[in-house]
C-alpha cells in the first residue's frame, strides 16, 4: 500500500488533509449531529455524549476554519448562535453513514 501512495503523491496528500478532519473523534460526531440541521452549542453538549466545553468549542472553531460548518449569528437580543454544516460539510453525510454502518457490523 506505502508504493501505491508514492505513486500518487496528490492522493496521500488530499487522504492527509481529510483525516486530519475526520480522524478526530470528537468532529466527526459533530459533523453527525449537525447532519439533522441548525444546532445551537447548548444543544450540541447535550447531544455529542461525554465531550467537555472546551473540547467543543476548539473543535467547532476548527470546523469552522476549514469549512466544514458555518456560524451563524441572528442579530436578535439576546444574540443567537446557531452552527450548520456548510455545503462541503453536507458532502460528508454519505461517509458518515458508511462509517457507521462498518462499525455497526464490524467493530
Known amino acids: 500500500m506505502p508504493d501505491n501512495?508514492?505513486?500518487f503523491p496528490n492522493c496521500s496528500k488530499a487522504l492527509s488533509k481529510?483525516?486530519?478532519?475526520?480522524?478526530?473523534n470528537w468532529n466527526l460526531l459533530i459533523i453527525k449531529q449537525l447532519l439533522s440541521g441548525k444546532k445551537r452549542f447548548n444543544e450540541l453538549m447535550e447531544t455529542v455524549e461525554?465531550?467537555?466545553?472546551s473540547v467543543l468549542s476548539d473543535r467547532l472553531k476548527k470546523l469552522?476554519?476549514?469549512?466544514i460548518l458555518v456560524r451563524e449569528i441572528s442579530p436578535s437580543y439576546p444574540v443567537k448562535i446557531e452552527y450548520k454544516l456548510s455545503d462541503k460539510g453536507e458532502k460528508l453525510s454519505g461517509i458518515i453513514?458508511?462509517?457507521?454502518?462498518?462499525?455497526?457490523g464490524n467493530l
Open 97 to 104: 453513514k458508511q462509517i457507521e454502518t462498518f462499525a455497526k
Open 50 to 53: 461525554g465531550i467537555c466545553k
Open 64 to 67: 469552522e476554519e476549514t469549512e
Open 5 to 7: 501512495l508514492n505513486k
Open 18 to 24: 481529510a483525516t486530519n478532519i475526520l480522524g478526530d
